[in-house]
């Protein structure tokens, strides 16, 4: 059975760091692309990052390019998401996917298995 969990979310300041992380299980973690979403309240789900097999290709998104880093434990099943100089929002759950595509896409219909999300908070 395919899980994605996610952790590490909570209430932060504007400029301060987060890193949250996605752990998987069901299935060989380092076979698929991943990815991270968000999704405000109201709001459609927003592709943030994805990442290929290894370390060495990912696709960052222009809204947090340059903050933001994706990168990936397959020895530890494990995906991250590392936010830098966060900015104040209104909050939005986190959710990290898998792939069923072989590209780094940002399509979210092109991911075939979700999270259930972990949320962020950027207030002062």
């Known amino acids: 059975q395919v899980q994605l969990v996610e952790s590490g979310g909570g209430l932060v300041q504007p400029g301060d760091s987060l890193t949250i992380s996605c752990t998987a299980s069901g299935y060989t973690f380092a076979s698929k692309i991943m990815g991270w979403f968000r999704q405000a309240a109201g709001k459609e789900r927003e592709f943030v990052a994805a990442?290929?097999?290894?370390?060495?290709?990912?696709n960052i998104a222009n809204s947090v390019k340059g903050r933001f880093t994706i990168s990936r434990d397959n020895a530890k099943s494990t995906l991250y998401l590392q936010m830098s100089r966060l900015k104040p929002e209104n909050p939005a759950a986190y959710y990290c996917?898998?792939?069923?595509?072989?590209?780094?896409?940002?399509?979210?219909?092109?991911?075939?298995?979700w999270g259930k999300g972990t949320q962020v908070t950027v207030s002062s």
């Open positions: 996917a898998r792939a069923s595509d072989l590209y780094l896409t940002s399509r979210s219909g092109l991911y075939e298995r």
């Open positions: 990442i290929a097999w290894s370390n060495s290709h990912t």
